[in-house]
């Protein structure tokens, strides 16, 4: 079961940040041009949140099933001077937590919002924080992993 996680894991990354990056675009332009919040534009949050929702699932199940945590928590004093094994045993986890959070609250303010402009604007902020953290938590192969870009 682990590697057709690892596989629906991989993939989700990229419809993650597919999703951010037009929810993003949406809402920056639409805050700096002033026009109203659509339906359109709260799918595109809905989707984003939704992927990003099934991602820490699907991470959360993982990080049980996974020999490179267990590896971790096993061996917990060599592991953690280990970069690539400490970074899916605590980095990763905690980082991903965090965005989850701050798109899941981004979300959940932007709903309580009337103004167009205010939705816009917040959403604009709160995901491009977390699009940061993201992209800065993923184990890209330029990195120091050797994660593929895809898996098959
Ligand atoms: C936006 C959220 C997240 C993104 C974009 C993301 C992305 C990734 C990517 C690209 C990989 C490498 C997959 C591969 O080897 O092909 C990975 C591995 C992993 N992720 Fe995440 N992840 C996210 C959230 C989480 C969360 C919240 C958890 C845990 C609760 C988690 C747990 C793991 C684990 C345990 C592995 C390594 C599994 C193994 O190799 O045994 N991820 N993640
Ligand atoms: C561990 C499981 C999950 C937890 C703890 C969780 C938690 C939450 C929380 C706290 C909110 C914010 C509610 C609010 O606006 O006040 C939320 C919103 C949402 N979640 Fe989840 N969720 C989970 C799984 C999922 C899954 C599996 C999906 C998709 C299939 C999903 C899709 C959504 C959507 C679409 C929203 C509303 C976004 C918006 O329009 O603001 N969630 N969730």
Request: net charge positive.
């Amino acid at each position: 079961m682990h590697p057709h996680l690892i596989m629906l894991h991989s993939v989700l990354r990229w419809l993650i940040l597919l999703a951010m990056l037009i929810t993003l675009y949406r809402s920056y332009t639409g805050w700096k041009s002033g026009r109203a919040y659509t339906s359109w534009d709260n799918r595109w949050k809905k989707i984003t949140v939704s992927a990003i929702h099934i991602q820490f699932l699907v991470g959360l199940v993982m990080y049980f099933l996974s020999p490179v945590v267990s590896y971790f928590w096993k061996n917990f004093s060599t592991a953690v001077k280990e970069r690539d094994i400490r970074f899916f045993g605590m980095e990763h986890l905690v980082a991903m937590t965090i965005a989850v959070v701050l798109v899941t609250i981004g979300s959940s303010k932007v709903k309580r919002l009337n103004d167009s402009r205010a939705k816009f604007k917040t959403l604009t902020i709160w995901f491009t924080i977390a699009l940061i953290i993201i992209f800065l938590s993923i184990p890209w192969p330029f990195m120091f992993t050797e994660r593929p870009y895809f898996r098959f």
